[in-house]
C-alpha cells in the first residue's frame, strides 16, 4: 500500500522566513497531493493540493511542488506570519483511498 | 454553506464502557470517513463508506469498533468495552465520491478520554 514520510516532523522558523515541508509517497499511482492544516482543537483544513499533471500550484503565500518522478511533493510558505503556526499533513491519494504523513508541528516565532 | 459536523465534541467514560461517536457529512457528499488521532500523532484511517457499497474496514484495529452510515447521510462510530489506548481524537471526513482526487473535508473531531 500507499506510504507516506514526512520531514521535518518539527520545524521553528522567524517570523517573515519561509518555511519549507517535504513528503515522499511510494506507490506511483497516487495522483492527487493535498496538504492539510491543523490548529490546536480542530480538525485538519485543507490549504492547498495539486495534481499529478501539474509540477507548482501557488495560492498566495503558499506554493506546492511536485515530482513525479522521485515521488516526492512539498509545501513552500513564504513571509511566514505567527497565525501559520500549526500542524501541517501532506497526503497522497489514489483510486482506493488516501494516505497522510506524520505531520510537522510548524512554530512562527513573532 | 455547513461543513462536516461531529458530536459530541468530547467524551470522558471509564474503562470498559461502550461509546457512539456522530459524524453528520457535507449535504451531497456520497464518501465518508473515519480517522483516529492519537495525541501528537498524524491521521489513522478507520474506516469508509462509498454509497451502498460495501463499507471498507480495513482499518479497524480490533472488533470492539464498529460504524454505520444511514445512506448518504449520518455515521456513528461505536467503540465497545473502551480501553484506555482508545483515547484518541476521532476525526470524521466527507468527500463528494471517492475518486483519487477527492478533497476529503474534515470534521473537529470528537476528543475521547478513557479513564
Known amino acids: 500500500g500507499e506510504n507516506v514520510e514526512q520531514h521535518p516532523s518539527t520545524l521553528s522558523v522567524q517570523e517573515g522566513d519561509s518555511a519549507v515541508i517535504k513528503c515522499t509517497y511510494s506507490d506511483s499511482a497516487s495522483n492527487y497531493f493535498p496538504w492539510y492544516k491543523q490548529e490546536l482543537g480542530k480538525g485538519p483544513q485543507l490549504i492547498i493540493d495539486?495534481?499529478?499533471?501539474?509540477g507548482e500550484k501557488k495560492d498566495q503565500r503558499i506554493a506546492v511542488t511536485l515530482n513525479k518522478t522521485a515521488k516526492h511533493f512539498s509545501l513552500h510558505i513564504t513571509e511566514t506570519q505567527p497565525e501559520d503556526s500549526a500542524v501541517y499533513f501532506c497526503?497522497?491519494?489514489?483510486?482506493?483511498?488516501?494516505?497522510f504523513g506524520a505531520g510537522t508541528r510548524l512554530t512562527v516565532k513573532p | 454553506g455547513a461543513g462536516v459536523s461531529q458530536s459530541p465534541s468530547n467524551k470522558v467514560t471509564e474503562k470498559g464502557k461502550d461509546v457512539e461517536l456522530r459524524c453528520d457529512p457535507i449535504?451531497?457528499?456520497?464518501?465518508l470517513y473515519w480517522y483516529r488521532q492519537r495525541l501528537g500523532q498524524g491521521l489513522e484511517f478507520l474506516i469508509y463508506f462509498q454509497g451502498n457499497s460495501a463499507p471498507d474496514k480495513s482499518g479497524l484495529p480490533s472488533d470492539r469498533f464498529s460504524a454505520e452510515r444511514t445512506g448518504e447521510s449520518v455515521s456513528t462510530l461505536t467503540i465497545q468495552r473502551t480501553q484506555q489506548e482508545d483515547s484518541a481524537v476521532y476525526l470524521c471526513?466527507?468527500?463528494?465520491?471517492?475518486?483519487?482526487?477527492?478533497?476529503?473535508?474534515f470534521g473537529p473531531g470528537t476528543r475521547l478520554l478513557v479513564l
Open positions: 471526513a466527507s468527500s463528494f465520491s471517492r475518486g483519487a482526487q477527492e478533497t476529503q473535508y
Open positions: 449535504s451531497g457528499h456520497t464518501a
Open positions: 497526503a497522497a491519494s489514489r483510486f482506493g483511498g488516501m494516505r
Open positions: 495539486i495534481r499529478s499533471n501539474v
